[in-house]
């Protein structure tokens, strides 16, 4: 006979995939097939689920209170969820954890989403509570979550390229030194290697926000970062519809699963889960999501070449315009054009220096007037979609030279965004508002 109707979506999955099953596949393959043991339904496209509560076992028998909240029966760390193993979506939900599951295979470790990156961010340091963090300049917001951190706890906040200050205010066992690289808004990388070997030396933990270079590009956990952190609403996310947040869990770490299950536990209180929608569009998202990060750092590099080659005048001069960008454009950075960092680069972002660099303009009001002249990229902030971004940084960081704009390179063809920014540079010339 079959089985009562309102047992049948809680069916376990078809097979528990185990560890290493899908180690020797790519990341394109992985992107497509790593959440594949717990698609039991037919369906070939993810469903929403859209329940903030779930059916508890019809069996009387089967109810055991004492287990309700034993996550670690749940699933094994970043593993599948079983099917029957919801209960209220502030814990768990399937597309969140199919989300999860996903991005466990994509950076090799365990990961926990959250509402945000800020909010992944926020949930690191409450669950690591350390007394002093090594931050650099880096993206404002994160400053903005360490600002309420210190309001609650005192914390010590030093210079990351200070180590003298990280030793006068007494950094060690247990606290934080936090890198961003490549680093917002400038796209400038920093030696992963080099900061866990100055952090572990004094028995901190290394964290690494790689929001600007995901996998393929940095993988900070094979150069010895303990936790790694990105806003998945830039890449994992991909089209500007999403926010996300992501903590993965080096298990290298010593004690890595009581820290694994001591964030999610905590993420339980804190409330930061993801919805629903937004855990069905990233597991859509992340369908393309090596496509998308190798084709936007390509265009990235080819873009900042030709611009960088205009600069110094080894872009061929029968490039029509790159004398009108030269006028008007003062420096640009990337990770790419850090001639002298190659050595280390190399290995750390053998891929692609990531889709985001920076250009100072010649004046402020150049850098005000350029996104205006562009019709391939939006004047907007954020970054990592499909769709090519300009910011007047300005706009949302105060802190920044009035000169600077931040380029997030999409998915378009780079010739054509290439053609689209010369063209915006002539009309600043040709406006006469140098
Ligand atoms: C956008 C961003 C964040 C914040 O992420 P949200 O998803 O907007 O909360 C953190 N770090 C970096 C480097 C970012 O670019």
Redesign the pocket.
């Known amino acids: 006979m079959a089985e009562p109707l309102h047992d049948q979506p809680n069916k376990p999955p078809r097979r528990i995939p185990q560890p290493g099953d899908y180690e020797n596949l790519s990341l394109a393959t992985r992107a497509i097939h790593a959440d594949d043991p717990i698609n039991f339904n037919i369906d070939v496209a993810p469903p929403l689920h859209v329940s903030t509560t779930y059916r508890y076992k019809s069996d009387p028998s089967q109810l055991d209170p004492s287990r309700e909240l034993e996550l670690s029966d749940l699933h094994p760390p970043g593993g599948p969820m079983l099917g029957d193993g919801h209960i209220y979506s502030r814990l768990t939900a399937p597309n969140s954890s199919r989300l999860e599951l996903m991005l466990t295979s994509i950076l090799g470790q365990p990961v926990i989403t959250y509402s945000?990156?800020?909010?992944?961010?926020h949930a690191l340091l409450t669950w690591l509570h350390p007394k002093v963090v090594a931050i650099g300049e880096?993206?404002h917001?994160?400053h903005g979550v360490l600002a309420i951190y210190q309001k609650l706890t005192g914390c010590k906040i030093v210079d990351l390229f200070d180590e003298k200050s990280w030793d006068e205010a007494g950094l060690g066992k247990g606290d934080v030194v936090h890198l961003?690289t490549p680093?917002?808004p400038t796209g400038i990388a920093y030696n992963v290697e080099a900061f866990a070997q100055a952090a572990h030396r004094r028995g901190a933990y290394l964290t690494v926000?790689a929001?600007?270079a995901p996998p393929p590009l940095l993988d900070p956990f094979l150069w010895g970062a303990d936790f790694v952190?990105h806003?998945?609403?830039?890449y994992f996310g991909g089209h500007s519809d999403m926010?996300?947040?992501v903590v993965g869990v080096g298990r290298q770490v010593e004690g890595w699963e009581k820290h694994y299950w001591g964030m999610y536990a905590e993420r339980i209180y804190l409330g930061s889960v993801m919805g629903s929608m937004e855990g069905w569009l990233g597991v859509r998202s992340l369908r393309t999501f090596e496509l998308r990060v190798k084709r936007q750092s390509e265009n990235a590099d080819q873009l900042v070449a030709f611009i960088a080659g205009a600069l110094e005048g080894t872009s061929g001069t029968d490039d029509d315009g790159v004398e009108d960008v030269k006028k008007v454009v003062e420096k640009i950075e990337h990770a790419s054009l850090q001639k002298e960092d190659m050595g280390w680069l190399k290995k750390q972002m053998p891929n692609g220096f990531g889709p985001v660099f920076s250009m100072w303009m010649k004046s402020e009001a150049l850098a005000r007037r350029l996104p205006s002249k562009l019709h391939l990229f939006h004047h907007a902030t954020?970054?990592g979609g499909v769709e090519s971004l300009v910011e007047w940084r300005k706009m949302s960081d105060p802190k920044v030279e009035g000169g600077l704009l931040r380029v997030s390179v999409g998915v378009e063809s780079w010739e054509d965004l290439k053609a689209d920014m010369i063209n915006g540079c002539k009309q600043l010339v040709a406006d006469g508002s140098l």
């Open positions: 945000s990156g800020l909010s992944a961010f880096g993206y917001g994160c961003e680093v917002n926000d929001t600007f952190m806003s998945g609403t830039k926010l996300c947040g954020s970054l």
